[in-house]
């Protein structure tokens, strides 16, 4: 079958010396490498080696835990880095167990594909001398006396063309043959299994193709949208972003994409879950270079595609709208400004810098509760996601904020060391509270801060809608998911056909037997795993010896 | 309607426990009784050549399915009493499942009762084909296992289905992993049982679990425990390949060595090598019997260690 010679279909080896030179050891170590031992081996390892990347974080999944990781294990991290524990599905070791093991598959495919192809033209074997040493092995004497005087060779012939008709009309592949004076029809079928083991075994090595390939010119790219606020598809307006290798700015197709409301529904009956979000809808507007429009309810589970990339909902939360007025009345910061989720009531933190201000620069680190509780502790938290009753906390400080340094700076840290608390904190002076449409002053004339409201009208306690909210979307694109697709159920359904089409090969012989009738034999053989082949040979018998017989 | 629905779930589970353990005493019994039973070699002979190996005359083989030792009534009453607890069990999963308004698959509670329910079902479903009754005390004490540690440990009330695994591919993916789960379990019980019959074959004065004697030949069994492997192989690609397209719809890439991922991905790969295994020379036999029970333990590993300790995006225990 020009299986690896080890299979255990296989003829046991003659020879393992290597033989001598180069040309043999090279030989012999190909045959080592495709030999199903090698391949075994291979797939264990593989098993084996895949395990640390569950038990260490991963770079490519799990960044901020490996941050952590190294915080936590500031001896042992790098040890570990330096072994590629932290990237171990794209380290040297394990790429080099997984690239011999498709360097022994293609090694084992190949002949066996060219070995298959042939037999797939070729005729059933000729049918062995001796059938008694085969499987399901059976003997009829049918009772052709009743056919008169025709009997011997005649009938035999007769019963074997009946025969053929059978295995034929059972999807065998038949072949006659006649040796010293017996007729006999050999027959074999199920060459698809063979057939789906390659296909199998092919697509296995199209998925890891296309997932290689494709990955290179892949894109992906996270931003948080402000409702309202349009995003720009060029790559500066990204928040973060990480290209394939053979990606190309040019690949990005300009479209402006706007989130025009975010919505959350939220578990009200069910007492075990209340407040439980149950829905979560981003409603986006996008626009392209032609003016085409298109718009789209994003939820989880279900992406918008626009452009050649797909969107996709990941996170959400509140974006408070401020306004500062600096010491001299002029606005010195007026944006929406995306607060950080702190917990699963969105608790939120955020930042505003306002280096413009006069006569100083202004920063705030702020608290946003959209439903504020109070702790035992006295402290603030939010007892709901939705916005029953928003509360803002904000500390002041002033100082240097170090914008113009020109080192690039998160918008989502304020570092305070240097800077000077004139708010909150041990400053004296209370940390600033605001509700949707308050205002308050500063201290020592150092202007006020707003919390705008997006529902001015809106009566007494009516807080919904009183504070936008963002969302942060994943942007993908990924020209090799249709190809990886394609293979992977290619490699299913080969698997189907390989693991249960049974090939077998089904003999049925007629001899004149002495007492002037004749003699029926039937013997199988398996080619590979076939646990119904005796029940399929001597099922042939029954229907054909009785067939024989009217 | 929720609350009243879950708390009669609980009490067919609990029910269905309660007759789990009396059908696992029976099956004890039977194989207790197995033990003693004194071998008679018309019997032994026809299950030597139940195994089909090469070169046998087949007039005797036609009769082998069939040709194991009549039920014991021990037997027959084990077998009764799992039916009867597989129907509590099942009317447990789908009363869960309507307190749920969703299949009851969504947290480690309902993974263990559906997973031990889909282990009994392929169990009882394969009695049609084969008679494995010597088997009874393992799949009765699996499902009991599972069931019970997953209720008493991992029981959470009924909440709304979490957000991310609102899809149709929670039916179709995990679904379809609960189900390959059993048929490993079972072809795993199967590897255990040829492991033991091929050391009583190698010796059979040495062993003092006579019933072994009276189960089919370690060849039989290994023949048995592929089958069913090759079966949950397939569904477990299915998994996999229908993980990838969730994973796909859900974050935006369809692999990423998530640690769910990865461990499918193990599993997926063990049980690739048994069934290289099973075609290599030198590794047939209790190798790649081997390599099953490895498999196996995996997949738990996977439900509970993973679940319930390691990081990752498919957190989902509900605990
Ligand atoms: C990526 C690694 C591989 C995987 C996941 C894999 C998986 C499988 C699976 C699942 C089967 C059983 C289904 C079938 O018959 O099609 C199988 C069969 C087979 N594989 Fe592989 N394989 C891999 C690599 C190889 C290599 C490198 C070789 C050659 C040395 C090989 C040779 C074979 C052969 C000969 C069979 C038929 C076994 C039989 O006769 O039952 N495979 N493989």
Redesign the pocket.
Known sequence: MS??SD???SAPPSITQPELGVIGYVRFFWRQL???R??LL??LL?ALAAIPGSLVPQRSSDPNGVVQYFDANPALAPLLDSLQLFDVYASVWFSAI?LL??I??????IP?TTHHLRALRSRPPRTPARLERLEGFTVREPDTSALGAAAGSDTAASAIDSARDLLASRHYRVELYEVGGAHSVSAERGYL?ET??LV??TA??GV?VSIGLGGSFAYNGQKVMIEGAPFVHVLGSYDSFNPGRFFDESHLEPFVMTLERFEVDYEEFNLNAYGVPTDFRAAVTARDQEGNESGAVIRVNHPFEFGGTRVYLLGNGYAPTITVRDGEGNIAFNRAVPFLPQDSNLTSLGIIKAPDALPEQLGMIGFFYPTAGVLASGAYTSIHADLLDPLLTLRVYTGDLGLDDGIPISVYTLDTDELTEVVGGDSGVETIELRPGETAQLPNGLGSVTFETMTPGAGANNWAGSVKRFASFDLHHNPAELGALVFAVLALL??LC??FVPRRRVWVKAKASPGGGIRLEYAGLAR??DPGLVEAVADIADTHGGKVEE | MTEQLASAALVAIYSAMAVYSIALVFFAIDIAKRSSLKASPVQSELLGQADGFRGSIAVAKRAAPVAQAKASRFERTGFALTILAWLLHLAGAVLRGLANGYVPWSNMFEFSLVVSLALTTVFLGIQFWQKLGYLGVYATGASLIVLGVGTVNFYVDVTPLAVPLQSVWIIIHVGVAILATAFFAIGAGLSILQLLKARYEANPDASRLGFLRTIPSSVSLESLAYRMV?VG?VLW?FTLIAGAIWAERAWGRFWGWDTKEVWTFII??I??GY??A??TRGWRGAPSAWLSIVGIAAVVFNYTIVNLFFKGLHAYSGL
């Not at chain 1, 022994?104 to 495919?109: A, K, M, N, T």
């Open positions: 299986r690896p299979h255990y279909d495709t030999s199903m090698t391949a291979l797939l593989l997984y093991l498709f022994s598959l293609i090694g084992c495919v066996r299994r789906g083991n199998f075994h296995l090595l890891l080969g698997l390989s693991l590979g795993e | 090759v192989f690609t997926w790969v049980y690739a069934i290289h099973r075609a």
